[in-house]
């Protein structure tokens, strides 16, 4: 998606992401988080597949965007991160809008990310960060033949998707 140097965006939900607090089970083993469940994901969101990345303190990931795939983003922990997202799509209601949310181990959330939505997250804590991701497409497509479904903004001086 191309947009000009002189975009900008304004604080303010956007139409499509949405963000649901975790609430861990726990007792005197440890706790337990359920990241998502079938009976609670419209279809189109449903995960293709599901990885775990390891993202080192002051370390940001993206901003990028995709095609045609949904992330479903899991922060629990360990780790504190900034979520950053912006939404550039052309015919979104809340296109202009962009979004910041502190997330991670002191405040459990998930994050559901449609296609198109900008989006970044960098580790503001001390400690390496764990990010759970189910995006509903699986990378690279079957057998890892496929093309891949990122635009990646972060390699961009002019890129409109500053993080501050």
């Not at 998606?1 to 304004?10: G, H, K, N, P, V």
């Not at 649901?20 to 706790?31: A, C, I, V």
């Not at 337990?32 to 940001?60: K, N």
Request: hydrophobic share 35%.
């Amino acid at each position: 998606m191309q947009l000009d140097r002189a975009a900008s965006f304004t604080d303010g939900p956007i139409d499509g992401v949405t963000l649901k607090t975790l609430s861990p089970h726990e007792d005197r083993r440890g706790w337990l988080v359920e990241l998502f469940r079938d009976d609670e994901l419209p279809s189109d969101q449903r995960p293709a597949m599901a990885y775990v990345s390891e993202t080192l303190p002051g370390v940001a990931r993206g901003p990028h965007e995709h095609v045609d795939q949904t992330d479903y983003f899991a922060f629990v922990g360990p780790g504190e991160f900034m979520l950053y997202l912006w939404d550039a799509r052309p015919d979104s209601p809340t296109r202009g809008h962009r979004m910041k949310v502190a997330v991670g181990e002191s405040n459990k959330q998930c994050a559901i990310v449609p296609p198109g939505v900008v989006h970044a997250y960098k580790n503001i804590g001390a400690v390496p960060g764990w990010v759970f991701n189910a995006p509903n497409r699986l990378f690279a497509g079957v057998g890892r033949r496929g093309p891949v479904d990122e635009i990646r903004h972060e390699d961009r001086p002019d890129s409109p998707f500053q993080f501050e």
